[in-house]
């Protein structure tokens, strides 16, 4: 059986949850696992391995061990849940970062994603690449039934995000707003890691920002507050296409109903009126969404549904039953060639100018605005703190 090592630039939710996931993997299987924050990876490690996974790579220490990786025979894989090369600007506005992951795709045996869209757009860089699907996994502990009320004193809308981003309630929501503000007033909206600009236009006792949490209080959060549904408004795009439903999990599993956009990803998912409201992305549209959600019944079912097929088709028998079919040689590769010492330290001594030279590329970071001597301060100082922040799981 195989040592897996994953390895990632920062600690998000993905890299979490796909931790978590091999953590589960390796139980069952036998499989050594180790997780590492890209920086501490060490010679050892790379010897110690037989697969190698780099989840959400976008940096030079990212691409370079996985080229290492190859080179010594190891199964590489990366993993991505976002299409980073189609966020607008990306490719000219971050051009190391569109460079690594390309070098990353190019030393990669396979690509892990939970969305084959990815595989499609990234398949271009490498031709041998192979596809590796992955379900985000649901123990039944995780799955909140609570009683959907009848007579709402209080009703509230969820609405989160991950990045901060306002770009996808600006442009859907916010239209229709404005055309219907009597009755998104009748609403109190919680916005978590958001602040989208509402002036004169929802009342501000009708307002909550829920500030950025950790995965598990932000789920506690989720199944406390009773929420009458939640949205998940998205705009149609090369990028929308290579997203992953979380949010009809994370809602699914709070007992939340939900409106979703009618488009991918949610149209993998969701069945229309029977586990999800799925409507165009018109002010006409959202607003009959609105009103099916006064009907108690419906919600009732929504969630029912929605939490029979998370049951059914993303516990962790289940996905974990899935992977190991399609992914034998992954679990039983065997790699027995020793990585050299000499390869990897040069490898992170560049790394870390490299990544000073990322933070200096920063519009607010600017040698004309700090001068040359706070600016060597203020990048160095800044490199430290946010490797501090890292914490191993």
């Known amino acids: 059986m195989s040592n897996i090592l994953i390895y990632y630039g920062a600690v998000e939710v993905t890299n979490i949850m796909m931790t978590q996931f091999f953590e589960k993997l390796c139980e069952v299987n036998k499989i050594g696992l180790r997780s590492k924050l890209s920086n501490t990876v060490t010679t050892n490690d790379l010897t110690w391995s037989d697969v190698v996974i780099n989840i959400r790579g976008q940096g030079y220490l990212d691409a370079k061990i996985l080229e290492l990786a190859k080179l010594y025979g190891r199964y590489t894989v990366c993993g991505y849940d976002d299409d980073f090369l189609a966020i607008p600007g990306y490719l000219t506005a971050r051009k190391l970062s ?11 045996m396979a690509i892990l994603s939970g969305n084959d869209n990815i595989f499609l757009e990234y398949k271009k860089f490498n031709k041998n690449l192979t596809f590796i699907h992955i379900d985000t996994m649901v123990e039944e502990k995780e799955i909140y039934l609570r009683k959907i009320e009848e007579n709402i004193k209080e009703k509230k809308i969820a609405y989160y995000v991950n990045d901060g981003s306002t770009t996808e309630f600006n442009t859907v929501i916010i239209p ?15 916005f978590f890691s958001l602040q989208p600009n509402l002036d004169n236009l929802i009342k501000k006792e009708n307002i909550v920002y829920v500030p950025h949490m950790s995965l598990e209080d932000f789920r506690a959060y989720l199944r406390k507050e009773d929420f009458t549904f939640g949205i998940a408004p998205l705009t149609e795009s090369r990028f929308s296409r290579g997203k992953y439903f979380n949010k009809y999990m994370e809602y699914g599993t709070a007992s939340i109903p939900c409106i979703f956009s009618n488009v991918l990803p949610y149209t993998k ?9 799925l409507v165009d992305n018109t002010i006409t549209d959202w607003k009959a969404g609105f009103e099916l959600m006064d009907d108690n019944d419906l919600r009732k079912k929504i969630v029912s549904n929605m939490q029979e097929k998370i049951r059914n088709n993303f516990s962790c028998e289940a996905i974990i039953s899935k992977f190991e079919k399609q992914n034998a040689s992954l679990i039983q590769w065997s790699a027995v060639t020793k990585v050299s010492r000499l390869r990897l330290i040069p490898i992170k001594i560049i790394g870390v100018f490299v990544e000073m030279y990322g933070l200096a590329r920063r519009p607010f970071v600017r040698l004309k605005e700090r001068g040359f001597r706070n600016l ?13 922040s890292f914490k191993e799981m």
């Open 269 to 277: 998912i969701v069945e229309n009126m029977k586990d999800g409201i």
């Open 98 to 108: 569109a460079k690594a992951i390309i070098k990353i795709l190019q030393s990669s």
């Open 176 to 190: 229709f707003i404005k055309a219907f503000p009597d009755l998104a007033n009748k609403y109190k909206w919680y």
């Open 376 to 388: 060597i301060i203020y990048i160095f100082f800044r490199y430290i703190k946010r490797r501090k």
